[in-house]
């Protein structure tokens, strides 16, 4: 008998979601180019179970039903590409490749193309969860060819989380690069949630002074309110976690955060698309801040640090903090869906907002009921332009600000660093106002370069230039844009 579904790539990811679909009944044939890693899947965790081990490609796809589903778990870049090439020349009219790697979205979208050109079909999908989400249930983001969906979906769909409602954490999320789109500002998020997390530790320990068993208490409490989620709940288990010696575990850790690199490509599409990515931005940011430990070292000696004083009332502080991190929350996934809209504009995606939330709301790194509230707001009204205009959120800001702004000034007045919780802020004032100061911004250019502006007191679209020195001339500029 064919197998439901080929895999290449026997690594941790490869493995658990193999093992996931073979427990809903799915067959799959299994191939990885270290070939001994197969024979030890089949004799090891695979042993008695539905799965076809194979040793080359041809044999892969020669053992799959038709159409044939050939889903790549390999590393992203050039290995992707190569076995796209490797896989073509085995397969007929209608079969799929599906990669479910953290690609890049353009190359998912250059991907799409050329699989498409060659008529066949391919599928990008992101998947959320790691090991244990493979394992268990992973957060799923498809795009890529629409008419390949009907053939993927419920195998998709089976191996997926659900969320309560038995709602999978899976759906169709729009065409070429759209899943990998999606994934990578899930990704995106995913840093800013953690970073705002930091913040908040930093805040306890230096500016409260609180104890790790405090501070466990503080997000074991948080974890069943408003914050209620995954990064909340593991970062309350991570403070009471001891080393050998008693001391807490996160004391011995380096002050060093690696990264992969999803973070920075979404701070880039924000840049290429001209959206106000700020909090993730920031949290980008803070990490190559953090990797610079020998910089850092070398200006602790330089600089003294102010003297910390707090002599508030520390539980009321508690709870501005808490609305601290749940107001900068609220502006990150503004932020990062004002980035979806803008992406799915650009790229005639028509992206369903909230189907990407309840994608999210379970299975993934940032699994959270927040999402929930999310989906609601989208559901009311498909075509928000943002999400701060939801009544929902509005009202939520509107309730964390004042103990938002008193973290972020006690932060700043004792000198810890909030850039995340604080950009976020700036971003809500910004964003709030009717008028910014970009009008001085328009009369410098304009001042050095010729640039022309528009006025209050004139239709937009009519362009003014003055001769603020008395030495310019009429000429204006049109091609120079600093
Ligand atoms: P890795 O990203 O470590 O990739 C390992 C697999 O890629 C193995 O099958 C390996 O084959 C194959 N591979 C490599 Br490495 N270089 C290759 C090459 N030049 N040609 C052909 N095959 C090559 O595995 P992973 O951590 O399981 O992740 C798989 C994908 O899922 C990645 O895109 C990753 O970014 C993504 N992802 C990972 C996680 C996670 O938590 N780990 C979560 C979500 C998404 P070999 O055995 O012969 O070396």
């Not at 796809?61 to 290995?79: D, E, F, N, S, W």
């Not at 090991?131 to 799923?140: D, F, K, T, V």
């Not at 107001?327 to 992206?351: F, P, T």
């Not at 328009?442 to 362009?463: L, M, S």
């Amino acid at each position: 008998k064919k197998a439901d579904i080929g895999l290449i790539g026997l690594a941790v990811m490869g493995e658990n979601l193999v093992l996931n679909m073979e427990s809903k009944g799915f067959s799959v044939a299994v191939y990885n180019r270290t070939t001994e890693k197969v024979d030890k899947f089949i004799e090891g965790r695979g042993a008695g179970k539905n799965f076809i081990g194979t040793h080359s490609i041809e044999e892969l796809v020669g053992a799959l039903a038709t159409p044939r589903k050939v889903m790549m778990l390999v590393k992203a870049g050039q290995p992707v590409d190569d076995f796209i090439e490797q896989i073509i020349p085995h397969l007929d009219q209608g079969d799929i490749i599906i990669d479910g790697g953290n690609s890049y979205f353009e190359d998912t979208i250059r991907r799409t193309k050329y699989v498409e050109g060659k008529g066949f079909k391919f599928v990008g999908t992101g998947v959320s969860g790691g090991e244990i989400g493979a394992l268990r249930g992973p957060s799923m983001m498809p795009g890529g060819s629409k008419e390949a969906w009907p053939e993927v979906k419920e195998i998709f769909q089976a191996i997926a989380a659900k969320v309560d409602d038995g709602v999978p954490c899976c759906d169709w999320v729009g065409a070429d690069g759209a899943g990998h789109f999606v994934k990578m500002i899930h990704n995106g998020i995913e840093y800013g949630d953690m970073q705002i997390i930091t913040e908040a530790y930093q805040f306890m320990k230096e500016v409260l002074g609180m104890s790790y068993d405090e501070m466990h208490e503080t997000f074991k409490k948080w974890n069943k309110e408003e914050l209620d989620s995954y990064l909340i709940e593991i970062t309350a288990d991570i403070m009471a976690f001891k080393d050998e010696d008693g001391e807490p575990m996160v004391e011995k850790i380096l002050d060093t955060a690696g990264q992969k690199g999803t973070g920075k490509w979404t701070g880039i599409a924000a840049m290429h698309l001209g959206v106000p990515l700020t909090l993730i931005g920031e949290s980008v940011f803070s990490r190559f801040l953090s990797a610079q430990l020998d910089l850092r070292a070398k200006a602790s000696e330089v600089f003294e640090a102010p003297e910390i004083k707090f002599d508030g009332d520390k539980t009321k502080m508690l709870d501005d903090l808490k609305m601290a991190l749940y107001g900068a929350k609220i502006i990150s996934y503004a932020q990062g869906y004002n980035l979806l809209m803008e992406a799915s504009k650009e790229h005639g995606w028509d992206l369903n907002y909230g189907a990407i939330a309840l994608m999210w709301r379970g299975g993934c790194i940032i699994r959270s009921a927040f999402l929930g509230d999310i989906n609601k707001a989208f559901d009311k009204a498909p075509d928000l332009p943002h999400l701060l205009l939801d009544s929902f959120f509005r009202d939520k800001v509107q309730a964390a600000q004042q103990g938002w702004r008193n973290v972020c000034a006690t932060a700043i007045s004792n000198g810890i660093p909030v850039p995340s919780l604080s950009s976020a802020l700036s971003y809500f004032d910004g964003f709030r106002s009717k008028r910014l100061p970009a009008n001085l911004l328009q009369a410098q250019r304009d001042y050095f370069g010729a640039h022309t502006y528009e006025r209050v007191d004139k239709p937009r679209g009519e362009f003014f230039h003055t001769n603020w020195t008395g030495e310019g001339a009429d000429t204006v500029s049109t091609a120079y844009n600093s």
